[in-house]
């Protein structure tokens, strides 16, 4: 650290008594100046001569050397005018970047300019700034932390201005770039240790230079994030704060929160300045200290932007609500899912040529989102708030989709998560964004799980968020034996996955010598038997056979009897809910009218009942039975 000495004489200060300061010299002194509770006792002529302050004082007072000069709120204390004094008298001062704010302020105070006299302290001082002190980092570092004592002056005289001028263009001169292993810059940790205030002032100033990319001012940013907001820490174990002994909760979050909104309304414009996982810090930590509603809705906008960034514990937001019992923030996570949609639909929108051969030819999004809930704001609000965000690649789309759903396991899991803020989740999603619906059928299965007192209409409305056709084999053979899954929904996988066996092998639908012969003579009976207790073993059996497993000891012919004459029971139950149907077989993709497209598929002909069982049989399966 630099320093400068001003005069050459020896300190002849001393103390006669604990509140009072004088000077060894054979004339007596004839000026009393009180600083704070300190008495000086001085001489008028070396002090008159530099300080206009005290010419001006002694004037007003007549002269009289018995009166008592105080000096009320001096600048730096009874320690800055003493080094004052000893300027005046020659005595050796060392100034250093320590204590140089404050001498330059009470040089101020006192009038020690170069009207008072000429290489007068304040000149001193400056001088000694501006070539030596704002030259090197630690120096001008030191000098910017000394201009929170008395900010109002030293914003005055110019001094917080140079130091963060001086600041900034260190930060961007190539020369001053030391060679740094850590992911922040070189110069982030030491930024970080200064107030908000300065801390904005500067990176102000680093900004408008033009010489720093916007990724480093992020990765600053990040690293005063996580010095000073405890829900933004890197570690749990970490402790930024040093909190003041008399500093209320309430306080300390007041500070927190405006900290906070300084920090969003700094996030710089490009896109991969900051990553996604750190802005859902800043949400969560928004969350939590109340940050006001534009700085959640800029977060929420800059999330969405590069949302196939997130991981599924980004997402985890904790709940603050004192009205809800859930677990986690679904609604923000809406949010999110809502201008991610805007985004998409204002990308699709715009008239950009698209590669030939694209998925987005024959399956635009922009027509075909049938589910989405923000459809209805997509027009002007989406164009105006989204144009300038990037396309939406089929690579993000797809990560966002499978996102969504690894989060929708997650959360699904809380037990007092409602099935609509689920569904609401789960419909935000674009269409294209999943190829396959299998991801949706394990939120479906593990919700369906979580909360086994679910009502039969509850069951229904959650499955029909599945669409039939894009799911996988695998899914296909477990949702066929899925005992938590409504009938219908079997019987749509079912029907789909028929046919596409059909479409895979070319030939038509399997006849009736495919079928066992124990299933055969179960389509000679005419009767069966009526035991209602066995309704649900009936049904575990129709879903073993219709998925494709092997007909074993069980399926004896009095057992598929007995299936047989509960097939019309299940026709009466489905048609209870016809209405409800017509809306679940239209998204399924059938054809003609709901009573018809079910009665046909579902009901057994009394002329060829043969027909719906060769239906449910897998294709190019014959198996052989004995019979009993």
Same mark, same amino acid.
């Given at each position: 650290m630099k320093f400068m000495k001003l005069g050459t004489r020896p300190d002849t200060f001393f103390s006669p008594s604990e509140s009072s300061r004088s000077v060894y010299t054979e004339v007596a002194t004839d000026l009393q100046i009180l600083v704070g509770n300190c008495l000086y006792h001085l001489h008028k002529f070396p002090l008159l001569s530099k300080c206009l302050l005290l010419q001006t004082l002694c004037a007003e007072s007549g002269g009289d050397g018995g009166d008592v000069i105080e000096l009320e709120g001096f600048p730096g204390g009874a320690e800055a005018f003493e080094a004052c004094a000893k300027f005046c008298y020659g005595i050796t001062v060392t100034v250093s970047a320590r204590n140089l704010v404050p001498l330059r302020c009470?040089?101020?105070?006192?009038?020690?300019?170069?009207?008072?006299?000429?290489?007068?302290?304040?000149?001193?001082?400056?001088? @000694?700034?501006?070539?030596c002190l704002l030259r090197r980092w630690k120096d001008a570092l030191a000098v910017l932390h000394s201009t929170r004592h008395g900010a109002p002056l030293c914003e005055e005289l110019g001094l917080t201005s140079r130091c963060v001028d001086a600041v900034a263009a260190i930060i961007a001169s190539p020369a001053a770039r030391p060679t740094s292993t850590s992911?922040?810059? *070189? *110069?982030?940790?030491?930024?970080?240790? &200064?107030?908000?205030?300065? @801390?904005?002032?500067?990176?102000?100033?680093?900004?408008?230079? +033009?010489?720093?990319?916007?990724?480093?001012?992020?990765?600053?940013?990040?690293?005063?994030? /996580?010095?000073?907001?405890?829900?933004?820490?890197?570690?749990?174990?970490?402790?930024? $704060?040093n909190y003041d002994a008399d500093d209320s909760v309430k306080q300390?979050?007041?500070?927190?929160?405006?900290?906070?909104?300084?920090?969003?309304? $700094?996030?710089?414009?490009?896109?991969?300045?900051?990553?996604?996982?750190?802005?859902?810090?800043?949400?969560?930590?928004?969350? #939590?200290?109340?940050?006001?509603?534009?700085?959640?809705?800029?977060?929420? /906008?800059?999330?969405?932007?590069?949302?196939?960034?997130?991981?599924?514990?980004?997402?985890?937001?904790?709940? =603050?609500?004192?009205?809800?019992?859930?677990?986690?923030?679904?609604?923000?996570?809406?949010? #999110?899912?809502?201008? $991610?949609?805007?985004?998409?639909?204002?990308?699709?929108?715009?008239?950009?040529?698209?590669?030939? +051969?694209?998925?987005?030819?024959?399956?635009?999004?922009? /027509?075909?989102?049938?589910?989405?809930?923000?459809?209805?704001?997509?027009? $002007?609000? +989406?164009?105006?708030?989204?144009?300038?965000?990037?396309?939406?690649?089929?690579?993000?789309?797809?990560?966002?989709?499978?996102? =969504?759903?690894? @989060?929708?396991?997650?959360?699904?899991?809380?037990?007092?998560?409602?099935?609509?803020? &689920?569904?609401?989740?789960?419909e935000a999603v674009p269409d294209s964004a999943r190829p396959e619906h299998d991801g949706l059928y394990k939120v479906v299965d593990s919700y369906l799980k979580a909360h086994p007192e679910m009502s039969k209409s509850a069951r229904k409305r959650l499955c029909r968020v599945l669409n039939c056709r894009k799911l996988s084999e695998k899914a296909c053979s477990h949702a066929a034996q899925n005992e938590l899954l409504p009938l219908r929904v079997v019987v749509q996988v079912l029907f789909f996955e028929h046919a596409r066996a059909a479409a895979l092998s070319g030939g038509p639908v399997a006849s009736d010598s495919d079928l066992p012969s124990n299933i055969k003579a179960l389509l000679l009976s005419k009767s069966g038997s009526e035991d209602d207790d066995a309704d649900r073993v009936d049904e575990q059996r129709l879903r073993a056979l219709a998925s494709g497993a092997s007909p074993g000891d069980d399926w004896s012919v009095e057992g598929l009897r007995r299936a047989a004459s509960k097939i019309a029971t299940l026709r009466m139950k489905m048609e209870e809910d016809e209405d409800d149907d017509e809306e679940f077989v239209r998204k399924a993709g059938l054809s003609r009218s709901a009573s018809l497209r079910f009665r046909a598929f579902c009901a057994i002909p009394a002329a060829n009942p043969k027909r719906m069982l060769s239906k449910l049989w897998p294709l190019a399966r014959s198996v052989t039975v004995d019979r009993h």
């Open positions: 009470a040089a101020a105070r006192l009038g020690m300019s170069e009207a008072a006299d000429r290489g007068n302290l304040a000149a001193k001082l400056d001088s @000694f700034l501006a070539s992911a922040s810059p *070189w *110069w982030a940790h030491d930024v970080a240790e &200064l107030g908000v205030d300065m @801390f904005w002032r500067i990176m102000v100033a680093v900004k408008s230079t +033009g010489a720093v990319h916007e990724k480093t001012v992020g990765d600053a940013l990040k690293a005063y994030a /996580r010095r000073w907001l405890p829900n933004v820490a890197k570690d749990a174990d970490e402790q930024p $704060f300390v979050t007041t500070r927190h929160r405006l900290l906070l909104e300084k920090i969003v309304s $700094f996030l710089p414009a490009d896109k991969d300045a900051v990553s996604c996982a750190f802005l859902l810090k800043l949400l969560k930590a928004a969350n #939590i200290l109340s940050a006001s509603a534009a700085s959640k809705a800029e977060l929420v /906008r800059r999330v969405a932007w590069q949302l196939e960034e997130a991981s599924v514990g980004d997402l985890l937001i904790p709940s =603050v609500s004192c009205v809800s019992d859930m677990l986690y923030d679904v609604d923000a996570v809406a949010a #999110i899912l809502h201008e $991610f949609a805007l985004r998409h639909a204002a990308a699709t929108a715009q008239p950009a040529p698209a590669p030939a +051969g694209s998925p987005d030819d024959d399956d635009s999004p922009a /027509r075909h989102h049938r589910r989405s809930r923000s459809d209805e704001s997509v027009g $002007f609000d +989406g164009a105006r708030r989204s144009s300038s965000a990037a396309p939406v690649s089929q690579y993000a789309l797809a990560r966002v989709g499978r996102l =969504v759903d690894a @989060f929708l396991i997650e959360v699904g899991k809380d037990p007092n998560l409602p099935v609509d803020k &689920l569904l609401a989740i789960a």
